[in-house]
């Protein structure tokens, strides 16, 4: 009952203009719990300064409620990149399948891609996997890239065929590359017939190595 009628007093101190106090509601912020106090937080997220933005969208993530989630994922665009970091990383602790599409967008600004990797890697959802291997139609390169080695971490079997594809038939050696090798941690003892044809439609030979280590 305390902390419910503390709870007004916390979020008056955080959206606040008092740095002592935001900085005093951001360290009790992990003391109060539930639902309803997680989705206040996060409709103040995009009026607080960007410093405290990190540490709140921190704090919100860690409590792995997914209320905060459309608040996070509205600010994986900002132009602070440190807000936008946190941003990016929080949307791996608490989003699902629908967050696929959102992560590979933002995978346009190159320097966030290492931070998306690991948020798409550690996605939970039945669908996540299948909803990359949709993603892999993105028109660049280098997402693609990406989209292949997120679904070597995540060891997902279903993506064999489609990795396939990429090695025999994208057009960019880069891709090939990256989709040999994450065949070689996802795929099984079916696929090595298809790997063994693979070896008369290799570009380079270097592309053939990584069909023979993908078979081993």
Request: hydrophobic residues 45%; charged residues 25%.
């Amino acid at each position: 009952a305390q902390k419910e009628k503390a709870a007004p007093m916390l979020l008056a101190a955080l959206t606040g203009k008092d740095r002592t106090m935001r900085s005093a509601a951001i360290r009790c912020l992990g003391n109060f719990k539930g639902e309803e106090i997680t989705k206040a937080v996060a409709d103040k997220l995009a009026t607080l300064p960007p410093q405290s933005q990190v540490q709140v969208i921190g704090i919100l993530a860690q409590r792995q409620d997914g209320a905060a989630l459309p608040a996070i994922t509205a600010l994986a665009s900002s132009k602070s990149d440190d807000v936008r970091q946190a941003a990016l990383a929080g949307m791996g602790q608490l989003g699902n399948t629908a967050t696929v599409k959102p992560l590979v967008a933002a995978m346009s600004n190159e320097s966030d891609r290492p931070t998306i990797r690991q948020s798409l890697s550690r996605l939970k959802g039945d669908g996540v996997d299948k909803a990359l291997i949709a993603a892999l139609g993105a028109a660049e390169p280098g997402v693609r890239v990406e989209i292949a080695a997120v679904l070597n971490a995540r060891d997902a079997g279903v993506a064999a065929d489609a990795l396939l594809g990429l090695a025999s038939d994208d057009e960019d050696p880069n891709v090939r590359k990256e989709a040999l090798k994450a065949l070689g941690e996802v795929s099984n003892s079916k696929m090595c017939p298809k790997l063994v044809d693979l070896m008369g439609n290799v570009k380079k030979s270097s592309e053939l190595r990584g069909i023979v280590n993908a078979i081993i």
